[in-house]
């Protein structure tokens, strides 16, 4: 049985790209019984189409360009006990 955190990460997965179909399988058979991952998955839905929207009416598209210092502060926190997660 996959368990709800393998579920949401697979669920974050199928936003980049297809799923293997044993992942998408059992996905979906997750999705049956779990009423909480199906409202994660609406939320990514929402999330994506509101991404989506933004980056296509930003005059830069959807590049994010970012400082030094804000780089910086961002490989700081990544690189912290428990910052990857």
């Known amino acids: 049985m996959l368990t709800c955190r393998r579920a949401t990460e697979r669920l974050s997965r199928s936003f980049d790209g297809p799923l293997p179909a044993a992942a998408r399988i059992g996905l979906e058979g997750h999705m ?5 991952c199906r409202r ?5 839905v929402i999330l994506d189409a509101l991404c989506r929207e933004a980056g296509q009416s ?3 598209g959807s590049q994010v360009h ?3 210092a804000a780089r910086g502060r961002i490989t700081a926190a990544l690189n912290e006990p428990g910052g990857e997660r």
């Open 40 to 44: 994660y998955r609406r939320q990514m």
């Open 32 to 36: 049956l019984i779990c009423r909480h």
């Open 66 to 68: 970012l400082t030094d």
């Open 58 to 60: 930003s005059p830069m």
